[in-house]
């Protein structure tokens, strides 16, 4: 339905990619997007060898990718190398200069993704000649910068090679999202938030509907919950969770936070895994346009379908 540079290199058929969300798109999830004709991408995460494994063996038979954490997955390079022996349909790294693991990849013919949030970093992508960049605007869910995906993403495009694949992220689970990213002149889409909230993701159904449930006005971008978690993160990035007590409590006092980390770290580990009032919810500002929980196909096909519509109605808005 929809044409693109990405869907021509790749050949699939749709411009909507998975976004490889550590644990829960795990090889279901992955292969479910890509039987339904959009680009799977399992999550390398922190870099886990077993969890790639297992997540591998679940995406069975479907061509899937695997994303990483660059900063994490460097420090975890036999994760990597097992990754790369599925010979993935992709290898993207996000949050990090990832030149080293995308010559790795290039090396084996493996096609490179890299996931960018500043203008700096598109460069730098280029100069590796990775074959997709990823432009992610601070609406995401997940980890990520401070920049707004409407100017970036342009931005990105004017900067790069006429035939540099760009994908955009953040903020993005409709057709409405997916027609706007290519009119700002990506390739397609790369969804996190909304097939979170999908039959097929890794993770509990109390959490998916929690989504389904809140509004974008209540997410924000923390550091809280990596403080909390001891997640290494550098200090540049932050992450977009659905604000909870826990987030109230703390997100304007994080060195409070940190002051009193051992307390507060064994307050967050006694919670119940299901508690959201302590434990995170990741989603980006997209929770606004999701209300149920769906299928990854008709995720799919919905975004493709609403887009194709509204391309199709644009010549509306020109005057004879
Ligand atoms: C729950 C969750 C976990 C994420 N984990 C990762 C990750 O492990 N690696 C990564 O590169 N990006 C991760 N992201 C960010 C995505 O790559 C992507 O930029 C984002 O989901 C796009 O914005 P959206 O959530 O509004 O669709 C995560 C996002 C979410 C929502």
Known sequence: MLKTRFTERFGVE??????????????????????AGGFGLIGGGYGDRELIETAFTEAGNQRVGVGFITWSA???PEAVEAALAHNPAAL????????????????????TIWQVQTLAQVRQAMAVKVDVIVVQGQEAGGHGMDRGLTTLLPAARDAAEQDQIIM??????????????????????????????SAE?????????????AEGDRTLRSKVFDVA????????????VVGNDFSDKWHRDVEGLQADIEVQRAVYNASAEDDFSTRVVIAGEAVDLITSVEPAAK????TVEGAAKLLNGAKGYLSA
């Open 14 to 35: 749709h411009p909507v990619m998975l976004a490889p969300m550590d644990k829960i798109s795990g090889g279901a999830l992955a292969a479910a997007v890509t039987a």
């Open 74 to 76: 460097q420090r975890h």
């Open 92 to 111: 993207m790294v996000s949050f990090g200069d990832g030149e080293d693991l995308v010559v790795q990849a290039q090396a084996l013919d493996i096609p």
């Open 168 to 197: 955009a992220a953040g903020g993005i689970a409709d057709g409405r999202g997916l027609a706007a990213a290519l009119m700002l002149g990506a390739d397609g889409v790369m969804m996190g938030t909304r097939f979170w909230a």
């Open 201 to 213: 993701a890794n993770g509990p159904d109390a959490a998916k509907q929690a989504i389904a449930a």
């Open 229 to 240: 978690r001891d997640a290494d993160w550098p200090w540049k990035y932050t992450g977009r």
């Open 299 to 302: 995720i799919v096909t919905d």
